[in-house]
């Protein structure tokens, strides 16, 4: 469960990137699934993001016991559950592309699991990790700031904003060092430099 900007618990019910747009997926007011907010965006989601995203793709081969192969899938989509007492619940959709099908892709979902009861000291078969668990903790994290506004897009344009204040900076530092003029010895001659004639301050003599 992530905090929205108001400190309430904001809980995301799925999680979807397809390399081109974000939807974001939460709870409404009541809790209820009947009442969720669906919000998409097409900003780029930080790396971080991404990677976070990823991470479910081992953990989801594991699961439906695919082939080493498929780690070069992709997640597409997390769907996530949350109970009263806490227990978290988790969906992954994996999609790839299969090139004996001229590269069309391929869906597959893993089965719901659940995290382990309170207390639960059994084997873990069939539950949910706790790092698993974990890596719901990261994505919420970065979901809820991706909602917020940190995207690749505004991450390039603070990039560019700096760009632009250091050229400033050095074209007027540039201007600064063409302009100054240079100083005269004690007998009134100029020191030899790379100024010109015309860069030479007039003394007023004729």
């Not at 469960?1 to 390399?19: H, L, P, V």
């Not at 498929?70 to 597409?76: A, E, I, K, N």
């Not at 659940?114 to 539950?127: I, L, N």
């Not at 003029?181 to 100024?195: A, E, H, L, Q, Y």
Request: one cysteine or more; glycine letters at 10%; charged letters at 30%.
């Amino acid at each position: 469960m992530a905090e929205n900007g108001n400190g309430k618990g904001r809980t995301f019910q799925k999680i979807w990137f397809d390399g081109a747009e974000v939807r974001l997926e939460w709870a409404g007011p009541d809790g209820s699934a009947s009442q969720a907010v669906r919000w998409k965006c097409k900003d780029l989601p930080l790396g971080k993001f991404r990677d976070a995203l990823q991470a479910f793709q081992p953990y989801a081969v594991q699961l439906l016991g695919l082939p080493k192969t498929w780690l070069g899938c992709q997640v597409r989509a997390l769907s996530m559950t949350e109970k009263e007492d806490g227990t978290r619940g988790l969906k992954v959709t994996l999609v790839r592309a299969i090139p004996a099908a001229r590269g069309q892709n391929v869906t597959i979902i893993t089965p719901h699991l659940d995290s382990a009861p309170e207390g639960h000291t059994g084997q873990m078969r069939g539950y949910l990790t706790s790092e698993v668990r974990e890596l719901i903790d990261t994505i919420e994290e970065y979901a809820e700031e991706y909602h917020g506004g940190a995207r690749e897009r505004q991450l390039m344009i603070e990039e560019d904003n700096e760009n632009a204040r250091n050229a400033d900076e050095a074209m007027a530092a540039a201007s600064r060092s063409a302009t100054r003029k240079p100083r005269k010895r004690g007998d009134g001659t100029v020191k030899k430099g790379s100024f010109r004639q015309t860069d030479i301050e007039d003394d007023g003599e004729e």
